[in-house]
């Protein structure tokens, strides 16, 4: 009956949390340094798998990135892709694994990383500064409570896949984030 039950909510919770784009989304992962859960969560809370997700504020994609975004990665990138390209599942999620990496490099750990996805990583340095801080330390008070709660979300969201996916608990990490 244990083995039933158990089976029974982690098939659940994997139906819940899917792999969706597995093969790209973890391909990208590993070659900008991401943890897989993370950026599974971060795709799932973004745009919650659908390629064709559009937001309020006009963020495109699987992880919603707006058309200004976009063009800024692009010129680190030296690509010159249409804003369309982010309908595409690969360009969303290679251009939205670039982006977390360079939040990474920027400000080393994930809950800011997070908040510099969400809100940007002007305002995301503003309130590092407004707190004293600087860029390595972890954001403290989001003023935001929009922001404060997706680093919230997402950051449940990789716990729940990294519960429902043994695989993501038994591998090494990288010790890039901890949450």
Partial sequence: MGVLLYLGIMGAGQLLYPLQYKELAESYAAAYDL????FYAV?????????????DAGAMGLTQLTPETFTWVQTKTGETLPNEA????????????????MHYKEFGNTRTVLAAYHAGRGRTGQWLEEQGLTKGDTVGDIPYADTDGYVSRVTRTAKAYRFFYPRFRTRSTANRYVF
Avoid at 43 to 55: G, M, Q, T, Y
């Fill in 43 to 55: 795709i799932k809370c973004e745009s919650n798998f659908d390629p064709r997700a559009l937001s």
């Fill in 86 to 101: 982010l309908w595409v599942p690969e360009v969303a999620l290679r251009y939205g694994a670039y982006l977390l990496d």
């Fill in 35 to 38: 943890e897989p859960e993370l």
